[in-house]
């Protein structure tokens, strides 16, 4: 049977690839879903770059994901010179790991950045406000946030500072696994997108 069975639902490889994208529209919703904090890998000039992340939007007819990041920091200037990515999820509580590849598009003096940006809420928007870029070196250990910043939230007014350090980074999608880890005998299927938006898939031995 060319179907895989989870918790009494059973999904051909084209229903795996909906529900898949589901999950992970779900995951960018809530901060509570197990996949709202991927792990995002990347090459730079030392090897391997791995960062746990926030999942801030998906498009699914689009195959596309996205997080926020500060434009300072290092993890965009790597990709401005090497836009290749991959992400890692992992739902421990129904076993299921979902890996994804593709390549980046950085979006920071644009619509897509400003939309983004008059959606995050004041918490978030205080996170872009430091006046030394990520990474930057101090001699104490400090947030780099203003110091007001720390006990509370900016006001709209205070967060406008913060807009010019603010990055969106969306992945589109080039190929995705899922893995259902099972004591019975462990499940697993990739998907390879092309251009005009349709996919190839294919169960694997895991």
């Not at 030392?46 to 990041?69: C, E």
């Amino acid at each position: 049977m060319n179907t895989v069975l989870i918790n009494d639902t059973s999904f051909t490889l084209k229903e795996l690839e909906q529900e898949v994208w589901k999950r992970l529209e779900k995951g960018a919703l809530s901060y509570k879903d197990a996949l709202h904090n991927p792990v995002v890998a990347n090459v730079n000039t030392d090897g391997v770059n791995m960062r746990t992340v926030v999942l801030r939007k998906v498009w699914p007819p689009q195959k596309q994901l996205a997080f926020y990041t500060d434009k300072r920091s290092g993890k965009w200037k790597e990709l401005a010179l090497q836009n290749n990515i991959s992400w890692l999820f992992y739902d421990a509580a129904k076993c299921i790991q979902i890996r994804l590849s593709g390549d980046v598009t950085l979006h920071h003096d644009d619509g897509i950045a400003a939309e983004s940006w008059d959606g995050t809420t004041m918490n978030n928007r205080k996170n872009y406000s430091g006046r030394e870029r990520p990474s930057s070196v101090v001699e104490f250990p400090l947030s780099g946030l203003p110091a007001v910043f720390e006990t509370n939230d900016p006001t709209p007014e205070e967060s406008t500072d913060g807009r010019k350090n603010f990055g969106v980074v969306i992945t589109r999608v080039r190929w995705m696994e899922w893995l259902w880890l099972n004591s019975s005998g462990h499940r697993r299927a990739t998907f390879t997108y092309l251009e005009d938006g349709s996919f190839t898939a294919n169960w694997l031995i895991p």
